[in-house]
């Protein structure tokens, strides 16, 4: 069964700086579909960004950017300029690529505090 | 577009009672999913409809049950209510559910207290 780990429950970052989220991941499949979702108290997942495993170069949306690292089963967001509206809970999750599979396999989640 | 509409947004129940979720999803989207997340077991993935059929299941009782109307909306239902059902039961709307690349939209949750 997939696995998706994410070791830090909370995080703070002042505003205008980087902050980097880690999620590792357990898999014996080789093509697959990594996301970040933020949810703010608003309840809403809210896509922040996507990867597939077989491109090897990371993804990128505006500030946010990910470190995607397939042997070490690693994939980590760095928010760049930090700013109050990316306070919010984040999920990284991981969906197997193909027909057959229709789940998403989420992390426990990253609390993001932003310091004014 | 209208996103993802679940109604309603917040209810409470009493054990033993029975609850039915709707969830609208984006025009044109023709995969629902169930999601239940609680502060200790996280995002737990219930199941997933397709044009009326339920493709996939997650591990949970058969209290939980769910179907798909030929418009794509769908609803799910909890029979039997224990407190450890409170939860906050999230939906989630693709165009095929399967293609990772085109993601999933969320709607923004209903709120079960069972007391």
């Known amino acids: 069964a997939q696995t998706v780990t994410q070791s830090q429950p909370e995080m703070s970052v002042q505003e205008a700086e980087t902050v980097t989220l880690s999620c590792t991941y357990d898999?014996?499949?080789?093509?697959?579909?990594l996301f970040w979702y933020k949810q703010p108290p608003s309840r809403q997942m809210i896509l922040v960004i996507r990867q597939e495993a077989y491109k090897q170069q990371n993804a990128t949306e505006n500030r946010f950017s990910v470190n995607f690292q397939k042997a070490a089963k690693s994939f980590s967001l760095k928010i760049s300029d930090s700013q109050l509206g990316d306070a919010a809970m984040y999920f990284c999750?991981?969906?197997?690529?193909?027909?057959?599979?229709?789940?998403?396999?989420f992390g426990k989640g990253t609390k993001l505090s932003v310091i004014p | 577009k209208a996103g993802v509409t679940q109604t309603p947004r917040y209810l409470i129940k009493t054990r033993g009672q029975q609850v039915t979720l709707s969830c609208s999803p984006i025009s044109g989207h023709r995969s629902v999913s169930w999601y239940q997340q609680t502060p200790g077991q996280g995002l737990q993935f219930l199941f997933e409809y397709f044009s009326e059929t339920q493709r996939n299941k997650g591990n949970f009782p058969g209290r939980f049950s769910g179907r798909q109307f030929s418009n794509s909306r769908s609803e799910m239902n909890v029979s039997t209510l224990e407190l450890g059902d409170s939860a906050l039961y999230l939906c989630?709307?693709?165009?095929?559910?399967?293609?990772?690349?085109?993601?999933?939209?969320f709607g923004s949750g209903t709120r079960l207290t069972v007391v």
């Open positions: 898999t014996s499949e080789s093509d697959y579909y």
């Open positions: 999750a991981y969906q197997v690529s193909g027909a057959g599979s229709y789940q998403l396999t």
């Open positions: 989630a709307s693709s165009l095929r559910g399967s293609v990772g690349a085109y993601g999933y939209t």
